[in-house]
């Protein structure tokens, strides 16, 4: 946890700052923040139990976007 924030860090100090890039790199720096947190809050269970309870609030999207992973590692490997 502690290391994404570093991460998150680095990027907002040394990433682009302006124009469309400045926004990618502080959009990407603030989720690795969040990630970061999260992880130094609660561990690997909490963000295991946020995902499965987003799975059953939303079951249909959770297996539409299961079945896209799954074609798109299919397309990878079957080369």
């Known amino acids: 946890g502690g290391e994404l924030k570093s991460l998150a860090g680095t990027i907002r ?27 130094q809050e609660h561990g690997l269970s909490g963000i295991a139990e946020d995902l499965t309870n987003t ?14 992973i799954g074609f798109l590692l299919a397309r990878v490997f079957a080369k």
Do not use: F, Q, W, Y
């Open 55 to 68: 799975v059953r609030r939303h079951p249909v999207p959770a297996v539409l976007i299961g079945i896209g």
């Open 13 to 39: 100090d040394k990433g682009p700052h302006d124009g469309m890039l400045g926004n990618a790199s502080s959009a990407v720096a603030s989720t690795l923040d969040t990630c970061g947190r999260e992880l």
